[in-house]
């Protein structure tokens, strides 16, 4: 489950890059030294199927800081660490951020997109939406419709990080840095 959230996470931040083809793309221009924050729906086709609907949730981006909500769980990353939550579970996985870790630094993926290009299929754009799949090989392909994307003024980092002490009591904590 973790693993297919971070390569979800990955996709999923990379994948406004592609918008506006292989030139200069506006979007991502407009995403360096501003706050993201976009609704996103992920489905997934094999061997031909129809698309069918994995999750959907909510991204917010800074720099290398984001928080992500989607399948149930929330990721807090402010470019260091990222916790990752099940608040059902009652269950907070701690883990240090490293530059090898591209699935789930935007950063990274907004710097390598270009290397890309050639799998992505632009199905529709909006100033604040837009609507692509990623072929990843030849029997599966992603779709990614983002929504009510939206640019504002910086913030700062204190927004991505979570307190463990914040928790209820009760929460197993799994500190793995």
Known sequence: MRKFLSALWGMLLFLPAFAQGKGGIALLDKVEGRRVRFH???????DGAAFRDITDGEVTLEGNAYTLEGLGLKVYSDGQTRWTLDPEAR???VETVTQEDLFTNPALFIASYKQYMDRIKVNSQKADALDVTLTLDE??????VLSRIAFDAPQG?????????????????????
């Open 40 to 46: 996103y729906t992920y489905s997934l086709s094999q």
């Open 91 to 93: 269950e907070l996985v």
């Open 139 to 144: 029997d599966t392909r992603a779709r990614f």
């Open 157 to 177: 980092k204190s927004d991505f990080s979570l307190s463990e002490k914040s928790l209820p009591e009760g929460y197993v904590i799994t500190d793995l840095r």
